[in-house]
T-cell receptor, first 111, second 116 residues
Framework: GQSLEQPSEVTAVEGAIVQINCTYQ??????LSWYQQHDGGAPTFLSY????GLEETGRFSSFLSRSDSYGYLLLQELQMKDSASYFC????????????FGTGTQLKVEL | EPEVTQTPSHQVTQMGQEVILRCVPI?????FYWYRQILGQKVEFLVS????????KSEIFDDQFSVERPDGSNFTLKIRSTKLEDSAMYFC??????????????FGAGTRLSVL
C-alpha cells in the first residue's frame, strides 16, 4: 500500500512564504500531485511532479526528490484566501490512475 | 470553464436504503473516479472507470457499491444498502488522459451523504 505524511496544521502571516512537506512510502511511484480544498469543497489541482526538481506555477511551486521520497508545496505572497487544506497525493505505475491522498495540512493565514 | 457536476448536493437516507449519486464528468474526459471523504479525514479512493468498465477499486468498494455509465454523459455510484459508516462526502472526478504526465483529476463539488 501507500502512505503519505504531512503536518496537520501550519500557520503563517499574509505576505509570507510557507512550505508544506509531504513524505511518502510507496512502491511503483509515478508522480506526486498537490490539491487545495476549502472547507469540504472540491479538491482543486495545484501542481504535479514526476521528476526531481521544482515546478513553478504562479505563486505556487512544488518540489520533488524521488530518492528521498519527499516533496513540498511552496506558497509565496500568502493571501487570506489561501487558508485551506492542502493534500499531497501519489499516483503509481499500473495504479489505474488512482490518487492516494495524504492526511492533509490545514493552512491558516493570519493578518 | 468545463466542470464536473454532481447531484444531489446533499442526500439524506435511512440505513438499509439504496442511494444513487450522480455525476456528469467533463465531456471530453475518458477516465472517471469516485472518492469519498469522511468528515475531517483524508480523501479516499473508491473506484476508477474507463472504457465502460472498472479499472481499479479499493477495499472500501465492496459488493454494496456499483458504478455505471448509463449514457454518454452520466456516471453514477450506487450503494445498495447504506450503513451508518457510509456517511461521508462523495466526490466524482474525471481526467483526460491515463496516468503519468499530469494526471490532473478534476473534482466535482461533492454529494454529502447522511445515513440515519
Amino acid at each position: 500500500g501507500q502512505s503519505l505524511e504531512q503536518p496537520s496544521e501550519v500557520t503563517a502571516v499574509e505576505g509570507a512564504i510557507v512550505q508544506i512537506n509531504c513524505t511518502y512510502q510507496t512502491s511503483g511511484f509515478y508522480g506526486l500531485s498537490w490539491y487545495q480544498q476549502h472547507d469540504g469543497g472540491a479538491p482543486t489541482f495545484l501542481s504535479y511532479n514526476a521528476l526531481d526538481g521544482l515546478e513553478e506555477t504562479g505563486r505556487f511551486s512544488s518540489f520533488l526528490s524521488r530518492s528521498d521520497s519527499y516533496g513540498y508545496l511552496l506558497l509565496q505572497e500568502l493571501q487570506m484566501k489561501d487558508s485551506a487544506s492542502y493534500f499531497c497525493a501519489v499516483s503509481i505505475t499500473g495504479g489505474g490512475n488512482k490518487l492516494t491522498f495524504g492526511t492533509g495540512t490545514q493552512l491558516k493565514v493570519e493578518l | 470553464e468545463p466542470e464536473v457536476t454532481q447531484t444531489p448536493s446533499h442526500q439524506v437516507t435511512q440505513m438499509g436504503q439504496e442511494v444513487i449519486l450522480r455525476c456528469v464528468p467533463i465531456s471530453n474526459h475518458l477516465y472517471f473516479y469516485w472518492y469519498r471523504q469522511i468528515l475531517g479525514q483524508k480523501v479516499e479512493f473508491l473506484v476508477s472507470f474507463y472504457n465502460n468498465e472498472i479499472s481499479e477499486k479499493s477495499e472500501i468498494f465492496d459488493d454494496q457499491f456499483s458504478v455505471e455509465r448509463p449514457d454518454g454523459s452520466n456516471f453514477t455510484l450506487k450503494i445498495r444498502s447504506t450503513k451508518l459508516e457510509d456517511s461521508a462526502m462523495y466526490f466524482c472526478a474525471s481526467s483526460k488522459i491515463q496516468g503519468g504526465s499530469k494526471n490532473i483529476q478534476y473534482f466535482g463539488a461533492g454529494t454529502r451523504l447522511s445515513v440515519l
